[in-house]
């Protein structure tokens, strides 16, 4: 049960299979076709949720959102930074609870050529830094498997990112004093 139905805040004739995250964008892209609405809540929700997965959302990562919801999407850009504001503020609140919810979500509504397109996505957000960290590596490999992608599709996408990948890099040293020092 999400913390709004707990506070009666939700409107019970809602479609309970939607997650939460998914009906408040759905309901900012008013204008939109609900189903359009739905992809592109659930896309920016998943994005996000790479984002936030090392606790710190850069403000590098937020501009790859946004850019990448407008170009998916072909939102204007004030719409499009919107929908990444909610998703992220979504994300932040209730991402333990909605994250498998949006996930299988878009599952269901994206074919395999758009959740191909979600997970390269997925690595360039967190490659926003320039670095991706194990943490942030894992969460995109644990959403490849919601999203039934096989894992050779999760290792043909990573590879084009290796050139950030933190495990691939050479670790920091500490300092060495020198044998007469």
Request: hydrophobic residues 40%; charged residues 25%; glycine residues 4%.
């Amino acid at each position: 049960m999400s913390i709004l139905k707990f506070f009666g805040l939700t409107n019970s004739t809602q479609d309970p299979s939607q997650a939460d995250a998914i009906r408040k964008i759905v309901r900012a892209l008013g204008q939109i076709d609900q189903e359009r609405a739905r992809y592109i809540a659930a896309f920016a929700y998943i994005l996000s949720r790479v984002a936030h997965a090392d606790m710190n959302v850069s403000p590098e990562e937020t501009t790859q959102i946004e850019r990448l919801v407008k170009e998916k999407s072909g939102l204007p850009e004030d719409q499009a930074v919107m929908v990444v504001q909610i998703a992220r503020h979504q994300n932040l609140l209730f991402g333990a609870t909605e994250d498998f919810l949006v996930t299988r979500e878009f599952r269901e509504i994206a074919s395999r050529e758009e959740r191909l397109s979600l997970l390269d996505c997925l690595f360039a957000v967190a490659a926003a830094e320039h670095h991706i960290s194990l943490t942030e590596e894992n969460e995109i490999r644990r959403i490849s498997g919601q999203l039934l992608l096989e894992h050779r599709d999760f290792i043909a996408v990573r590879s084009r990112y290796r050139d950030h990948l933190a495990v691939l890099k050479p670790a920091n040293k500490p300092a060495t004093r020198s044998p007469s020092g």
